[in-house]
């Protein structure tokens, strides 16, 4: 079946814009989680998804950082006034339920920030 | 805050060795130990996971072990090859939803 997509696969934007990222899940997983990637680093938590409601958004790593996820599915992260050290590579994931199952990536994003 | 640290950054082989790669993590209540393999361009995939109520777990060439006591976990990949070569992740999990993953270990398994 298919898996969790992530579009763009790349951008390139200039300091200042804003940039919306967008992910859609595996059908039926009701978690969904994003993470940012900085190059040769590991994965750096930034906000999870139970349904449409995020329990959690400590991991943002500012106010220029926002998500949101309709209908239970697809979900965007929005960047405004980006700098250079948002360049990275940003990760969805989704997974059944929540804490027990798996957790599915997608192919990410990669941002960099001019 | 929590954390993991994972050893060694880089790791390089030759085809048929073994392979570890170390984890420790500083959660105690830190109950769910996944691994990721990550290739180029790819996300991460899960390739075997331990949970705390055991202490090894094998799945053909990859093993995972676990130490509560010591807060270690470890990866074991026998007999490497080179389509092993990628980026490792190990990361911890203590019942809630948030995951903390090491920084990576890049393999290269020469053939």
């Known amino acids: 079946g298919a898996g969790v997509s992530q579009s763009p696969s790349n951008k390139v934007t200039e300091k200042g814009k804003d940039v919306e990222l967008r992910c859609d899940p595996i059908?039926?997983?009701?978690?969904l989680y994003w993470y940012r990637q900085s190059l040769g680093q590991g994965l750096e938590f930034l906000i999870y998804?139970?349904?449409?409601?995020?329990?959690?958004k400590s991991g943002l790593p500012s106010d220029r950082f926002s998500a949101e996820r309709t209908g239970g599915s697809v979900s965007t992260l929005t960047i405004q006034r980006t700098q250079q050290e948002d360049s990275a590579v940003y990760l969805c994931?989704?997974?059944?339920?929540?804490?027990?199952?798996?957790?599915?990536f997608g192919p990410g994003t990669r941002l960099t920030v001019t | 805050g929590e954390n993991v640290e994972q050893h060694p950054s880089t790791l390089s082989v030759q085809e048929g060795d073994s392979a570890v790669i170390k984890c420790t993590y500083s959660?105690?209540?830190?109950?769910?130990f996944p691994w990721y393999k990550q290739e180029l361009g790819k996300g991460p995939q899960l390739i075997i996971d331990?949970?705390?109520?055991?202490g090894e777990k094998k799945d053909q060439r990859i093993a995972v072990t676990l130490n509560k006591t010591a807060k270690h976990f470890s990866l074991h990949i026998t007999e490497t090859q080179p389509e092993d070569s990628a980026v490792y992740f190990c990361?911890?999990?203590?019942?809630?939803?948030?995951?903390?993953f090491g920084a990576g270990t890049r393999l290269f398994v020469k053939a």
């Open positions: 994931a989704s997974s059944l339920a929540g804490a027990d199952y798996e957790q599915y």
């Open positions: 059908s039926g997983h009701t978690a």
């Open positions: 990361a911890a999990r203590s019942g809630g939803f948030k995951t903390i």
């Open positions: 331990i949970r705390s109520n055991v």
């Open positions: 959660d105690s209540a830190s109950n769910y």
């Open positions: 998804f139970q349904g449409n409601s995020a329990p959690d």
